[in-house]
């Protein structure tokens, strides 16, 4: 039990330490990154960034990548404002459910044919982005859609102590989707289909259901992000969240999640998540540009990229030599 628990938390350990030494490196550049207005900065990541970052990370743990979160993203901001005239909820509940069945259906197709989930959702990724563009309407389809009326997102506006309404919503979801991945047979088939795809078939486990939930959720959450983002700002536009893939992948990596498959868990996309958060709050608030902000997430990316491999080949983890990640060779045929 013992050597379970410390094996547990020594995933955990890397992220962790990037996360704290990372918090008090901004904190002490930036005299103003310091108490619970920085906890409040840190913790708005997460509703866009740190729900696409889920979604992305549970189909990693299922070998798989889904490339199309940004389009789905923006996809979801417009079905909900164009919905919004029945409410705030009604409108989230649409686009997330748009988002999932898109998802579910991506999952389902990727399994039955054996298309390589990077080919696939590249495809997916402009078909649509183009869809999006033609459901906004105006001149050309890249007018944006505007709130008819602003206080559907005046909840969104409130703030609690350190936590806004979106806040605790992303917070909620990474709740509910940790236990779903920890204590359920679908969470449990994602993890095997991810670590060992042939094997898990073999053995009867349903390929299929498993890239079918996984690819659900990821769509679910980058809509949820999109919705919630949108409906805050008061209008949605199709070229939006198109770099939230590279961001949501960082987070992921940075927090342990194994391009390998197989491996992580909703913990570690906290962490990762939570470090990308301070950096970007904490240089926003010290006034850097975007292009440091991006220039210092690469850096501790491949840093921690680096840390990792240097820890698997001191503790003798195969998985770093055992050919390119999963979701980098070919699927297979079918998985039923």
């Known amino acids: 039990m013992r050597a379970v628990l410390t094996l547990r938390l020594r995933q955990y350990l890397l992220p962790g330490l990037l996360l704290a030494a990372t918090w008090i490196v901004i904190a002490a550049i930036t005299p103003d990154f310091r108490g619970e207005g920085s906890v409040y900065s840190v913790l708005e990541g997460f509703p866009l960034l ?66 390589n989930s990077l080919v696939f959702t590249i495809g997916t990724l402009i078909l649509l982005r183009g869809a999006t563009y033609m459901l906004s309407g105006g001149p050309n389809g890249q007018a944006p859609v505007t709130l008819g009326d602003l206080s559907v997102s005046d909840a969104l506006l409130n703030r609690y102590w350190i936590f806004s309404v979106s806040s605790l919503v992303a917070l909620g979801v990474f709740a509910v989707i940790g236990v779903f991945l920890a204590f359920t047979r679908y969470g449990r088939e994602i993890y095997a289909i991810g670590g060992a795809r042939t094997e898990a078939v073999a053995a009867g486990v349903r390929g299929m259901r498993a890239l079918t939930v996984s690819f659900a959720i990821s769509g679910g ?30 987070g992921a990596a940075l927090g342990g999640i194994s391009l390998y498959g197989g491996r992580g868990t909703v913990m570690n996309v906290v962490l990762g998540v939570g470090v990308l958060s301070v950096v970007t ?56």
């Open 50 to 115: 740190g729900l696409v970052a889920l979604g992305v990370a549970v189909t990693m743990i299922g070998g798989e990548l889904d490339l199309s979160v940004g389009s789905m993203a923006a996809l979801a901001g417009v079905v909900a404002v164009k919905t919004s005239s029945g409410g705030l909820v009604p409108a989230v509940l649409a686009a997330v459910a748009v988002g999932a069945a898109i998802g579910a259906l991506q999952g389902g197709m990727i399994a039955r044919l054996g298309i």
């Open 221 to 250: 959450c980058a809509s949820l992000a999109g919705a919630l983002a949108s409906l805050r700002g008061g209008s949605a536009a199709p070229e939006n969240y198109a770099d939230v893939l590279l961001t949501g992948v960082a």
């Open 281 to 336: 709050a904490g240089l926003a608030i010290h006034g850097a540009e975007t292009s440091m902000v991006q220039l210092v997430t690469g850096a501790l990316l491949l840093g921690s990229i680096a840390l990792e491999f240097v820890a698997s080949r001191v503790t003798g983890d195969v998985r770093t030599r055992r050919g390119p990640p999963r979701i980098l060779r070919r699927s297979p045929a079918r998985a039923t």
